[in-house]
C-alpha cells in the first residue's frame, strides 16, 4: 500500500509541476510534438521507401536477347551461362521463343498487318531474367553482353542508376534529421525539469532531512518528464492516423507513377503511432533522468 501512495503522490506531484511551469512545459511539449511528427513523417516515408523499392527490385528484369540464326544448342548454352552468373536468380530464368513473341503479338490486328510484310521473322528469342542484387545490375548486364550467340541487353538502368539511390538518401537524411530532433528535445525536456527542481529545493532538502529515500525524491520528476513525452505524442499520433489515411486516399494508393504503391493505412498506421508512443516516453524519461542526475545532488 505505501508503495502505491509513493506512486500516486508522485503523479500527482508531476501533474501540479507541469502546470507550475506551464510556459517551459508548453516549449518541451510542443517540441516533443514537432519532433514526433518528423519522426512519424519518417517512419511512413522510410516504410512506404522500402515498399516501393521491393516492388520495383521485383519489377525490375534484365532482358537477354539471343541471335535469331542461333542453333538450339547455342540457346541452351546461353541458359547454363546465364544460370553460372551468381546474381542471377535461377528460378527466375524464362525464355520466350521468337515463335511464341510473334503468337502473343499478332493478337493484335494492327501487329498482325505488320509481320505480313515481313517474309520471315524479324524477333528475337529471349531470356527474361531477375538478379538477387539490383545495385549489381548493371555489371550483370555488362557480364552477360558478353556471351556468345547474345545481341542485345535490356534493364531499367535509369531506374537502378537514379530512382534507387535517391531512395536511400530519403532514408538516411530522416534518420538523421530525427536524431538530432530527439537531442533536442531531451534538452528541452530536461531543462524543464531542471527549473522544476530549482522551484522545489526547499521542499526537497526537507525531504532529505526527515530521511525519504532518494528513489521517492527522483520518481516525480521522471513521471513529469514521462507525462511530457507522452503529451507531446498526442498531436504526431492523430496526424499520423488521419493524415495518412486522407493522403493515401487523396493520391489513389499511388505515388506519382502507377507502379509506386503506397502502403495501406491499416498496415502502417497504428504500429507507427505505437512507436511514437513508446519513442515519447523514452525521450521524456530520458530527458528527465538526464536532469535528475546532473541537478540533483542525491
Do not use: H
Not at 506551464?22 to 516533443?32: D, G, P, Q, R, V
Amino acid at each position: 500500500m505505501r508503495a502505491f501512495r509513493i506512486i500516486g503522490r508522485s503523479i500527482r506531484d508531476a501533474f501540479k509541476s507541469v502546470f507550475r511551469n506551464f510556459s517551459l512545459s508548453m516549449a518541451s511539449i510542443s517540441c516533443t510534438a514537432v519532433t514526433l511528427i518528423i519522426v512519424a513523417v519518417a517512419i511512413l516515408l522510410t516504410y512506404n521507401v522500402n515498399s516501393i523499392t521491393k516492388d520495383l527490385k521485383d519489377a525490375l528484369t534484365i532482358v537477354v536477347y539471343v541471335d535469331r540464326d542461333a542453333s538450339e544448342d547455342d540457346i541452351a548454352k546461353v541458359k547454363i551461362d546465364l544460370e553460372n552468373i551468381n546474381n542471377v536468380d535461377t528460378d527466375s530464368v524464362r525464355y520466350e521463343s521468337k515463335d511464341d513473341i510473334k503468337n502473343e503479338l499478332i493478337k493484335d490486328e494492327q501487329f498482325a498487318e505488320l509481320f505480313n510484310v515481313f517474309d520471315t521473322n524479324p524477333i528475337d528469342s529471349r531470356y527474361i531474367i531477375r538478379v538477387k542484387d539490383v545495385t549489381k545490375m548493371a555489371d550483370t548486364a555488362s557480364r552477360i553482353k558478353e556471351f556468345a550467340s547474345v545481341t542485345k541487353v535490356e534493364y531499367g538502368e535509369s531506374i537502378v542508376n537514379r530512382m534507387l539511390p535517391m531512395f536511400d538518401i530519403v532514408k538516411n537524411v530522416s534518420i538523421i534529421a530525427v536524431i538530432a530532433l530527439i537531442v533536442v528535445t531531451c534538452f528541452l525536456i530536461g531543462n524543464t525539469i531542471k527549473i522544476t527542481i530549482f522551484s522545489r529545493r526547499q521542499e526537497i532538502n526537507i525531504m532529505r532531512l526527515v530521511g525519504t529515500s532518494n528513489a521517492v525524491i527522483k520518481l516525480p520528476f521522471l513521471i513529469e518528464g514521462f507525462f511530457l513525452g507522452i503529451i507531446g505524442a498526442i498531436i504526431p499520433i492523430l496526424i499520423t492516423i488521419f493524415g495518412y489515411t486522407f493522403l493515401y486516399e487523396f493520391m489513389g494508393g499511388k505515388l506519382l507513377i502507377e507502379s509506386m504503391t503506397l502502403v495501406q493505412p491499416d498496415t502502417i498506421i497504428y504500429p507507427t503511432s505505437l512507436v511514437i508512443l513508446i519513442i515519447a516516453g523514452i525521450v521524456g524519461m530520458f530527458g528527465s533522468l538526464n536532469a535528475v542526475r546532473r541537478y540533483l545532488k542525491i
